[in-house]
């Protein structure tokens, strides 16, 4: 995979890699990939509380109830 960076975030990425301590610039990119996802779950998480709380919700009362 290759990637086209502007020169300014070139030179941030190669910073924060240092400063950062990761091994190389795709360790860097593997974590900004890991914290993506984890944001993208948090935010799916929030919205499913707010539709059970809003009674949109069903109550499992085992795992066969997924189906």
Do not use: C, H
Not at 13 to 23: E, N, Q, Y
Not at 27 to 50: A, C, S, T
């Amino acid at each position: 995979m290759n990637v086209s960076l502007p020169a300014t975030m070139l030179k941030t990425l190669k910073r924060d890699v240092r400063d950062g301590g990761f091994a190389s610039n795709s360790e860097f990119v593997r974590y900004l990939i890991r914290m993506w996802n984890q944001k993208k779950l948090g935010e799916e998480l929030r919205e499913d509380r707010k539709a059970f709380e809003a009674g949109e919700g069903i109550e499992l009362k085992s795992l066969a109830d997924l189906d």
